[in-house]
């Protein structure tokens, strides 16, 4: 089964090439699709020397994260699709365990849960907020709605129909995943949070990620046609 790996890219010099080294390591049949959402801190120049290995994609203005991943996912081509952010948090080496139900048939979905133990008390809250506010407004019982880990099926992905911009796509994709009917299967993985400048998402975020959740919820999502 073709995995591929969808990576949005903004300002990361620190880590693009650590990451896609790791990526590109990990013994599956993978493409690693890489939207880079128009960075100006020379992780441009790097990702030019990962061409001939990675699907290169370029916006010709910074858009936000929630368009870098749809440039990924409409370009991607594999049997299933995972986010991986640019940075150091999440192990790719843990992608065999979330591929596993789908190669079962277990699953068509399938989110990685982490553990926020090392999370900032008010990261930590704001997660627990979310996945809360997930269960009571969609009837779900996920335990780390705004994991970055997700992992989609194609028969999954070539139903959605995302037009989030920003950070709010995490909760536009399990709106749509909810309400087109599949089940989110759970697998735990590992996850080591970074702090300071590089660090994108701020608490300031939960509110249209708050807002998302509430406005996906009132105005219910139909599968995409195969003419759109």
Not at 129 to 151: I, P, S, W
Request: aromatic letters at 6%; a negative charge.
């Amino acid at each position: 089964m073709k995995l591929s790996v969808l990576m949005p890219v903004y300002n990361e010099r620190e880590t693009i090439e650590e990451i896609l080294s790791i990526v590109l390591a990990v013994g599956l049949d993978i493409e690693v699709v890489v939207a880079d959402d128009c960075s100006t801190d020379g992780t441009s120049e790097m990702l030019d020397r990962w061409a001939d290995k990675i699907t290169l994609l370029r916006h010709p203005v910074n858009r936000g994260k929630g368009a870098a991943v749809r440039t990924a996912m409409a370009a991607a081509t594999g049997d299933a699709v995972i986010i991986q952010d640019a940075d150091l948090e999440y192990d790719p080496n843990e992608y065999a365990r979330l591929l596993e139900p789908i190669e079962q048939g277990k699953a068509t979905v399938v989110y990685g849960v982490r553990p926020l133990d090392e999370q900032k008390l008010h990261m930590r809250l704001g997660n627990r907020f979310m996945t809360l506010a997930t269960n009571v407004l969609y009837g779900t019982r996920l335990h780390d709605v705004e994991t970055c880990y997700k992992m989609l099926a194609r028969e999954v992905v070539d139903g959605l129909d995302l037009q989030s911009e920003g950070f709010d796509l995490e909760t536009e994709i399990t709106a749509q995943i909810v309400q087109l009917g599949h089940d989110i299967h759970e697998v735990p993985i590992s996850y080591s949070p970074r702090y300071g400048e590089d660090k994108k998402l701020t608490p300031l975020d939960g509110f249209p990620t708050l807002w998302a959740l509430i406005k996906y919820r009132l105005k219910p999502f139909s599968r995409r046609s195969s003419s759109t």
